[in-house]
């Protein structure tokens, strides 16, 4: 009886291995979509990020000139973390004649807007 074989030990059905392979094939799909998702995420994330930044910089400019910005819409763009960004700079008269706000508008390469500041220029104290 040495060389018989219990049935339950004769391995996996040709059946069997191809039902573990399509389940195994689902896995690595839900994993590679969960990849592009966070890819996609991390993408909008630093877009969003730069943008913002930019943002903080034209604004920035607008409060730390000597002169006080003109009232009135200007743009612009900027290159930073090595993409051009345009910008949008609305300055915009406030109950105080020697403050103005200053509200920035930043788009990436497709016009859409990622990221938005505003700042308050105080009165100069000269």
């Given at each position: 009886?040495?060389?018989r ?7 996996f059905?040709l059946i ?22 966070t ?44 993409r ?38 105080p009165?100069?104290?000269?």
């Open positions: 009886m040495l060389g074989f219990d049935r339950a030990e004769d391995g059905t069997e291995i191809m039902v573990a392979l399509a389940v195994f094939s689902l896995a690595v799909l839900a994993l590679l979509r969960l990849e592009t998702a890819i996609r995420g991390a993408r909008v994330l630093d877009d969003s990020l730069v943008a913002g930044i930019v943002a903080r910089n034209v604004a920035n400019e607008a409060v730390s000139e000597a002169r006080p910005p003109v009232v009135g819409r200007t743009s612009g763009s900027e290159v930073n973390a090595g051009t960004w345009t910008w949008v700079r609305q300055v915009v008269p406030t109950g105080n004649a020697s403050i103005v706000r200053i509200d920035v508008a930043v788009s990436n390469r497709t016009g859409q807007v990622v990221g938005r500041t505003t700042a308050i220029r009165p100069d104290v000269s």
